[in-house]
């Protein structure tokens, strides 16, 4: 059954610094990757995805997100970070076939000014 | 377009009570899932339907049971609430069966007394 690993629980950053956030997927097949982001009282809003092609993936709000096979990663980037980036990140893995997420732990980030 | 709506966005019940969840998915999406949000067990897939028909279980009891009608609006019930219930109920719309990238809504608090 395929996993999908946070280390991360808490992460502070200093405003205008720069993240990343880890993650580490178990999976047989070549997977679907995604990163979401929960602000408090709220969904899961999608950041970016991986399918296929190139592993560097952009996404909105500035985030961008590396897929590096060898590692089994697809790690969260942001160069530099902005007070309301301050929620909780989830990475998530699709099964092959339907919806089903298979989420992480998620990723709490507190940004200080 | 509006997005992943969810009603009641707030609900109080008691233990051994039932309750009913409803989600309407974005227009044009075909494909709802349901995901369970607790503190102690983060997010886990509940079930997924597509075209009145569940695709896709997780792993709860059969307390937890779910339905989609033809314009694609789903609902969720829990019968004999228990207090580990307390949770955040997500539900995420897709176009179609496989496309893998869900809309989330707000979600619905159940809290069980």
């Known amino acids: 059954a395929q996993s999908v690993t946070q280390p991360d629980i808490h992460i502070t950053v200093s405003e205008g610094a720069s993240l990343e956030l880890r993650c580490n997927y178990s999976?047989?097949?070549?997977?679907?990757l995604f990163w979401y982001v929960q602000s408090p009282g709220q969904g899961l809003q999608l950041l970016l995805k991986?399918?296929?092609?190139?592993?560097l993936v952009q996404g909105i709000k500035g985030f961008e997100a590396e897929f590096k096979r060898s590692q089994s990663s697809f790690n969260l980037r942001k160069p530099s970070v902005h007070w309301s980036d301050a929620a909780e990140y989830f990475c998530?893995?699709?099964?092959?076939?339907?919806?089903?997420?298979?989420f992480g732990g998620g990723t709490r980030v507190l940004v200080k000014p | 377009k509006a997005g992943v709506t969810q009603t009641p966005r707030y609900l109080i019940k008691t233990r051994g009570q039932q309750v009913t969840l409803s989600c309407s998915p974005i227009?044009?999406?075909?494909?709802v899932s349901w995901y369970q949000q607790t503190p102690g067990q983060g997010l886990q897939f509940l079930f997924e339907?597509?075209?009145?028909?569940?695709?896709n279980k997780g792993n709860f009891p059969g307390r937890f049971s779910g339905r989609q009608f033809s314009n694609s609006r789903s609902e969720m019930n829990v019968s004999t609430l228990e207090l580990g219930d307390s949770a955040l109920y997500l539900c995420?719309?897709?176009?179609?069966?496989?496309?893998?990238?869900?809309?989330f809504g707000p979600g619905t608090r159940l809290t069980v007394t």
């Open positions: 995420a719309s897709s176009f179609w069966d496989s496309n893998y990238e869900q809309y």
């Open positions: 999976y047989g097949a070549t997977p679907y």
């Open positions: 991986y399918f296929s092609g190139d592993t």
């Open positions: 998530a893995v699709a099964q092959a076939a339907g919806n089903k997420l298979t």
């Open positions: 227009s044009g999406h075909r494909s």
């Open positions: 339907y597509f075209s009145e028909t569940q695709r």
